[in-house]
């Protein structure tokens, strides 16, 4: 997708910060894992690596723009007890 902000090339993935919404997750696959991205409220990037087999198999099936991922993350979560 064009404007999205997350992108994946022959060298690797490219960000472009200015197009991403404050608190709202972006992601993309690479390498069989799950980059997760986002800006916080001080423009500050955050980027997070998800290896779970399950959760990557999962958010394969998913466009990159989606918003499920969100809710497949706050599934596996609770199914796993991990906010305890």
């Known amino acids: 997708m064009e ?9 690797g993935i490219k960000i472009k ?10 992601h993309c696959i690479y390498q069989d894992k799950i980059m997760l991205f986002f ?5 500050m990037l955050n980027c997070y ?6 959760l990557v198999d999962q958010v394969k099936q998913l ?4 918003d499920e991922i ?3 993350l706050e599934k596996y979560i609770q199914a796993k007890n991990l906010n305890h």
Do not use: A, Q, R, T
């Open 3 to 11: 404007d999205y902000p997350v992108e994946i090339s022959s060298e």
């Open 17 to 26: 910060p200015e197009k991403m919404d404050i608190d709202k997750l972006y």
């Open 39 to 43: 800006k916080d409220k001080n423009d």
């Open 49 to 54: 690596e998800i290896e779970e087999k399950e």
């Open 63 to 66: 466009p990159s723009n989606s």
């Open 70 to 72: 969100e809710k497949i």
